[in-house]
């Protein structure tokens, strides 16, 4: 199918030195220091740009379960967040989806909401960290 390219470059200690994470699509360059991924500094880490990736396959891969059960999704909001422990381990992600998806049943849409967790290509490839899943149908 397809092919990804995303890259980093690190200069300086951990403590002091700084970075730039960047995709190859030019659609995002933004810089990342010890602040950012282990404190409350400026900057981006990887672990909220594996936030960003997993909330929008994961919506992707809901919608195109609905789509393919024969429902019409208008809207799908996901955040996933992200903890990191000590280790450093990413030890949690949660993920918190709200849709409005006309003429669809709760019980079929916390079905889909499963089945799109287990299934979407983020999802599996993070298979070894645990992952939650708080689902809710708007009418």
């Known amino acids: 199918m397809t092919t990804r390219t995303s890259s980093a470059e690190w200069k300086g ?3 002091e030195g700084a970075g730039t994470m960047k995709l190859a699509s030019g ?3 933004g810089p990342y220091t010890f602040a950012s991924r282990f404190e409350s500094g400026k900057g981006t880490n990887p672990e909220e740009l594996i936030g960003a990736a997993h909330a929008g396959c ?3 891969f809901l919608s195109a379960l609905l789509s393919n ?6 809207h799908i909001a996901t955040t ?3 903890h990191l422990t000590e280790g450093p381990t990413i030890s949690l992600i949660e993920l918190d989806t709200v849709a409005i998806v006309p003429d669809l049943s709760e019980e079929l ?4 909401a499963a089945e ?12 070894a960290t645990e992952i939650r899943l708080s689902a809710k149908l708007n009418q």
């Open 116 to 127: 799109a967790k287990q299934k979407c290509p983020v999802s599996k490839v993070l298979a």
């Open 69 to 74: 059960a024969g429902f019409t999704p208008t």
């Open 80 to 82: 996933a967040t992200v």
């Open 109 to 112: 849409f916390q079905e889909k």
């Open 27 to 29: 659609a995002y360059e």
């Open 13 to 15: 200690t951990l403590k």
């Open 58 to 60: 994961y919506s992707m």
